[in-house]
């Protein structure tokens, strides 16, 4: 199946800065990149669709200006969560549309 | 707004025992996965029913997609330590490749 790392897989930031995640796809190509956020044992919630080379279409609820999205490669899509407060910390994951759903190892998030 | 309500939310038996997840919701699903995933990892894929009443087996678990695509069940026989974590439905709606995930149900096998 299709191999996707994520960087970092922890970060601890200060409350006001702003993270980037990468989600690579190692031996496939993902033309759209599904974002997920899971707070503490909770489910996982769709944030957004990335599709390469285009702008990506976020859910009801999620602010697009704080939750940044570049798809610029069929192997990378990041996620940047700008002026991060303690609220957004949470494991993000993402997910490449594929025929079997395969997701990254997650990068899980604190904001100090 | 799609909405997928597992039962129960959280579980706890002994080694053994026989045990029986469920996801329903209202709306109808072209396509349902099954995943588990334990902690500080992504979900890792179990299964995935396409059509109404179908049943799948994957060693000792068992799941069905109800008849009307609206609802499924994971059974699980003589549960193992093994089995520990958390249990996610995810449902697709006709035309797209979106998953809502479930609720979540959290298992814990004590040897």
């Known amino acids: 199946g299709a191999v996707v790392s994520q960087h970092p897989s922890w970060v601890i930031c200060k409350s006001g800065t702003s993270v980037k995640i990468e989600c690579r796809s190692l031996?496939?190509?993902?033309?759209?990149m599904f974002w997920y956020r899971q707070f503490p044992k909770q489910s996982l919630m769709l944030m957004a669709t990335?599709?390469?080379?285009?702008?990506?279409?976020?859910e009801q609820g999620v602010e697009k200006d704080k939750f940044l999205i570049n798809h610029a490669s069929l192997t990378l899509s990041t996620l940047t969560v700008t002026s991060a407060h303690p609220e957004d910390s949470s494991f993000y994951i993402c997910s490449p549309l594929s025929i079997e759903q395969f997701f990254g190892p997650g990068t899980r998030l604190t904001v100090l | 707004t799609q909405l997928l309500e597992q039962s129960p939310q959280f579980l706890s038996i002994q080694e053994g025992e026989n045990l029986t997840v469920y996801c329903n919701s209202s709306s109808v699903f072209s396509s349902l996965q099954w995943y588990r995933q334990e902690p500080g990892e992504g979900p890792v894929l179990l299964v995935t029913v396409v059509t109404g009443g179908e049943v799948k087996k994957l060693k000792r678990l068992t799941f069905q997609f109800g008849d009307a695509r609206k609802d499924s069940s994971l059974h699980i026989t003589a549960a193992q330590p093994g089995d520990t974590g958390l249990y996610l439905c995810?449902?697709?709606?006709?035309?797209?490749?979106?998953?809502?995930f479930g609720t979540g149900t959290r298992l814990k096998v004590l040897a």
């Open positions: 995810a449902g697709a709606a006709s035309g797209t490749y979106k998953y809502i």
């Open positions: 990335s599709n390469e080379g285009s702008k990506a279409t976020y």
């Open positions: 031996d496939f190509q993902a033309t759209t």
